[in-house]
């Protein structure tokens, strides 16, 4: 069973900074990207960050509201990903989940989602 795990989620004061990881477990034929999205209550689970973890690539893609403030970076010997998040802003508060799509062993489609983990700024 493919699985990505987060950690790293909490509590901080508005302009603080927190760390989250998620790294892949499982066996996969390609794996694809790896991202951050966030759900916050009654809205829609947004995009934060993606990053290729295709061989040498790693171009990257934000949300327009994160950009300079957060910054997604991988270790693909590990299937990890990282989030720094920085200048944390009360309209961070979310769950963050990490996601992957990933070619399966099967060679089909596999988007997988973590269980994910809880921020909340406080201001």
């Known amino acids: 069973q493919v699985q990505v795990v987060e950690s790293g989620g909490g509590s901080v004061q508005a302009g603080g900074s927190l760390r989250l990881s998620c790294g892949l477990s499982?066996?996969?034929?390609?794996?694809?990207?790896m991202g951050w999205y966030r759900q916050a209550p009654g809205k829609q689970r947004e995009l934060v960050a993606i990053?290729?973890?295709?061989?040498?690539?790693?171009?990257?893609n934000y949300a327009e509201s994160v950009k300079g403030r957060f910054t997604i970076s991988r270790d693909n010997a590990k299937n990890t990903i990282y989030l720094q998040m920085n200048i944390l802003k009360a309209e961070d508060s979310a769950v963050y989940y990490c996601?992957?799509?990933?070619?399966?062993?099967?060679?089909?489609?596999?988007?997988?989602w973590g269980q994910g983990t809880l921020v909340t700024v406080s201001s």
């Open positions: 990053i290729s973890t295709l061989n040498n690539i790693g171009n990257t």
């Open positions: 499982g066996s996969v034929f390609r794996l694809d990207s």
């Open positions: 996601n992957a799509v990933a070619l399966s062993s099967q060679l089909r489609r596999l988007e997988v």
